[in-house]
């Protein structure tokens, strides 16, 4: 069976971004695949991984490094409405953005929408 083993982020602080998201969503650092590029986190079911800018040319990315607007969305899941609700405001104690605050989508999930410190954007999810 496929499965998804990592997101991974480019991140300008590799430390400070894999933080904001160990910290807010309580996931578990993986000290064993740290490396002065690297971060990653245990989500439960699969991985977010934090490159710094020097793995596009160790992936011979350069022509890709200089992005624009929003490439991707994170979205995290939470065990309810009101863990969307408690979680939105900590983020943005911790340096995240509000772009749209918690609402019922018309596919029955409620969720906020956010910049991460480095302006990456990530959802707070509750399937109803």
């Known amino acids: 069976m496929n499965t998804l083993s990592y997101v991974n982020v480019f991140a300008r602080d590799i430390e400070a ?8 969503f309580g996931f578990r650092h993986i000290p064993e695949i740290a490396s002065p590029i690297f971060r990653g986190l245990a989500t439960g079911k699969s991985c977010i991984g934090f490159n710094a800018m020097e793995a596009y040319e160790l992936l011979q990315l350069e022509e890709f ?5 929003c490439k991707f969305l994170l979205n995290i899941d939470v065990a309810s409405k009101e863990e969307v609700d408690r979680l939105v405001p ?4 911790m340096g995240a953005t509000l772009i749209k605050a918690p609402y019922e989508t018309y596919y029955h999930w409620y969720q906020a929408v956010l910049l991460d410190p480095e302006k990456n954007v990530f959802r707070i999810n509750h399937m109803l």
């Open 17 to 24: 971004l894999s933080g904001f998201y160990r910290e807010l």
């Open 65 to 69: 490094a200089d992005t624009r607007g």
């Open 90 to 93: 900590i983020a943005g104690s």
